[in-house]
């Protein structure tokens, strides 16, 4: 067996086949180990069951909710009535499709694609506005939960409808008093003197789909219990009651709701998984949530760059089109190059996912707990993912607005709606403050106290670093410039979360800043790397079209360049807010060693990538 399956085979003492964990499937591993090529996975190798998910969903979209948004010249909004059953039409006609069940097991009626495949659905349904958090809430955070946790009768009791469309489901943790402290909701869940049901008071908000869901995942306190419990509560119950639709910023053809509990009476079997479990549960479903989030913006980026481009094309300016204009290009190019580089991490973390999951059930554990622990796993990388991604998303439509000129703000060309569509997804999954701190303290955890990844000896490999900097050799690697520059990246975030852990002590975790500063510098390293080993597995391959391939190059080569700059900047002001003095000039030339200038045209590049993708008339990657 080669490394991408198993390290190594070996016999347990039962005499039967066991292996060694893949170093690489190791959530964080990218930071204290290398990762060669042929260990990735991307785009470029989808099997043709993905494309045709990818296609099908893509058809959908534009027949079933872009080609109606032109024709009407405006968005459904579900505070109108008829537009509100025109959504859940929608959602009727994606069950009849099969798009209902990407998730769920194909015993319940679902198609139960693998993660990577779930990943793709969430990018490319980015091409169907609003109603992408309407079909999303269906298919992640409705549905898993009892896909992953719960017992056989209600699999068979609730999965069936879910997957088909006829029954819809919300979930619902949020409460006004606890948002991203979701452990502190007030909800309880009070066992009756007959044992025969559970009565649940209190409220949750920003309820999505729960105008019309007929099912919720719901989050209570049983009686006094510190951590939170998860329940199915159907619409039909006793004591249970919806409130109006919201008026929203944007996604405004999503139903989002308050719930209410009055004494609610949910019946002990509703209980789902162990009590105590709901909120490992719900922080388990928001893993793979925050990668398909993510996943969303950048599918919302690349739609809006398309868009842009094309109107680019056709609106004339001082006798030429736009898309002539430097200034135009800047913004194709620079949008181009960032949805390369965050896809390339994206989908290497969704096929990591689907490998974690494979090796865990070889080594024995049931499918449902090995997708979970799967997940689990890249949590580091699956917040990158999200905060990157839902930057991306409203810096694209942003500027995709700003392509169009005034007629960006044209409620009839829909770009507005994108603009507005694209800011929740800095918020919900976690907002991207909380994700960043999460991706520092998460690795340091691992690090400190589980012991699963050894930081300090990762550490140890600065100094002859930094000694190859000040007398560099000549290398035969026709990538050694850009590979320095991502084991730069790495061993700076290693040298200032070292430096200032000492300094600071217990006290860093107060220090937010800080921590956020190291947040960019990790995050940077890893799309850095994916991007950069995505390049190099498309040359190993012998990409067909070299034009094509050399524009690729280019965006990994621009991204490394405006990942330089980023961490070279919040480095700087991580050691102004925790130094002074000689040993802070000391840190300062260590990090201007470690994030040494990247000689290349940033100016030429944006403009050959811009041009490749007007060629083309959109993104093309």
Known sequence: MTRTTFEKVKLNSEGNA?????????????VTGDTRPEEIFITEEWSEEHRMIAEMVTEFC???IQEPFFSRGRELVVTNKADKE???????????????????PEQYGGMALDFKGNTLFSKVMANGFSFATTLGAQTSIGSLPIVYYGNEAQKEKYLPGIASGELVAAYALTEPGAGSDANSGKTTATLSSDGQHYQLNGQKIWITNGGFAGLFIVFAKIDQDEKLSAFIVERSYEGFSVGVEEKKMGIKGSSTVQIYFDNCKVPVENLLGERQEGFRMALNILNGGRMKAGAG???????????AVQYAIERQQFGQPIANFGAIQYKIGDIAMQAFANEAALFRTADYIDRKEIELKAA?????????????????EASIIKVRGSDLACYATDEAIQIYGGMGYAQETGMEMGYRDARITKIYEG??????LLTVGELTKRAMVTKELDLVSAGKKIPAFLLRQLAPFRSKDSYAEEERIVQGLKHAFLFLSGTAGRKLGKKMIDEQEIVMNLSTILAEAYVAESVLLKVKKLENRGAADSEKLEIQRQMMQLYLYEALAKARKAALEAIASFSVGGQKRTYILVVNTLLKPYDINPKEMRRNIAGFIIEKRGYCF
Do not use: H, M, W
């Open 297 to 307: 913006g950048i599918g919302g980026a690349q739609f809006s760059l398309t868009k």
């Open 18 to 30: 066991s292996f060694d964990p893949n170093p690489i499937l190791k959530g964080g591993y990218f």
């Open 86 to 104: 025109e959504v859940l039409g929608l959602l009727r006609k994606a069950g009849e499709l099969g798009l209902c069940g990407v998730s769920i």
């Open 364 to 380: 024995g554990l049931p499918e449902n707990e090995a997708k979970v622990k799967a997940i689990r796993e890249f949590a580091v």
């Open 431 to 436: 907002t991207n403050e909380v994700n960043r």
């Open 62 to 64: 534009i027949r079933e």
